[in-house]
């Protein structure tokens, strides 16, 4: 069997597809993306050299023969005058058409998405604009941190990305193009993740736990006195109706948890540390206190 020719592009948190990649088709030639940190370039070089795979540029790739551009992360858009007469398939991270830009999944988990994913699609001159070939998705269970999220989806990714090139290759699978409303999303960062204002629904709360407090996250902290302190415990509040109060006031204390008024209802605050160190919440917060 002979395997179709693909130049690939990045692969900085998506080695595990990459693999799958090099166990099925035939990878020419690999372009790293320097726009990266570098510890994330090391990645992707110490990838290539391990699959013998020669590192070329955008611009020398041209002179490679190859049936499509694979990338699996750049952070640049890539020019016009390289998209004509060449296939260039994205895997963006999120689902398209609405979710465009960087960190879609993280955004979509924020509004509530029922669905996350990847979706491969054609590029075109405008970002994350081209036609659809196929969506990689999963269902965002509200009860998992985001990075467990993220494995299922390359777990999905990397069982079913092979044959779904193949068809694209072969011309079984023709692309959608994008119709509809959508959204350009900006990259979540670790300040992101420090609360200073407490007027949201819960649900924004309870989910930028679920983004940050995870074994991988940078944290979820709350402002208090100018000082920050980590959320390592998180829950929502049973039965509370939606209500007008004053955001960020602690309206109820039950045990070590306390409960902390938002733009909706309420969180329950269930365990916090400062410097690394469990605090006793019921001798520092109390009812009437504002965050």
Known sequence: ??????????NTSNQAIAEELVKNFDIVAGIVDEKCSQNSINKQREFLQRNNIPETTLELSKKITADAYIILTYNRIIPEDYIKNRLFLNLHGGILPKYRGRSGNLIALLNNEKYL?????????NMDEGPIYHIFKIKNNKNEFVEDLIDKIVQKTSLEISNIINKILNKKIKPIPQKGNYIYTTPLIPSDGIISCWDKPSDYFLN??????GKSGS????????ENYKITKLSPCPNIESYIGICGGIVYTKGSSFWVKTKDTCISIDEVKKDGILIETGKLFRIGMRL
């Not at 069997?1 to 990045?10: E, R, S, T």
């Open 1 to 10: 069997m002979v395997h179709k020719k693909l130049i690939l592009i990045g």
């Open 117 to 125: 994913g990847y979706t491969l699609h054609k590029i075109n001159e």
């Open 208 to 213: 930028l736990y679920r983004i940050y407090g």
């Open 219 to 226: 944290g979820l902290y709350f402002k208090y006195k100018n």
